[in-house]
Nanobody, 112 residues
């Protein structure tokens, strides 16, 4: 497995969860990592990503609540999710853009 996500689960509205994505060293690229999500009946959408220019891009819906980070030594990417809302319920996927590699997805469910 080249991208292994973990840390999803059930949270109450207003709560927090942290997702982790362990990436194989052979494909890890620090400025090509990101998180996407797909809610039932909806298209997959960007949540947060590191850009090739070295900055970070967030979806408007998660700005100020979610934080993407990485540990290059561990080749792991994280998504800290605070102030969760029911509309954050989705399967979350980590992604490496240079080789278009996807993780297996991690379910996040937020109850009201």
């Amino acid at each position: 497995v080249q991208l292994q996500a973990s840390g999803g689960g059930l949270a109450q509205a207003g709560g927090s969860l942290r997702l982790s994505c362990a990436v194989s060293r052979s494909i890890f690229s620090s400025n090509a990592m990101g998180w996407y999500r797909q809610a039932p009946g909806k298209q997959r959408e960007l949540v947060a990503k590191f850009t090739s220019g070295g900055s970070i891009s967030y979806a408007d819906s998660v700005k100020g609540r979610f934080t993407i980070s990485r540990d290059n030594a561990k080749t792991t990417v994280y998504l800290q999710m605070n102030s969760l809302k029911p509309e954050d319920t989705a399967v979350y996927y980590c992604h490496e853009s240079r080789g278009n590699h996807w993780g297996q997805g991690s379910q996040v469910t937020v109850s009201s």
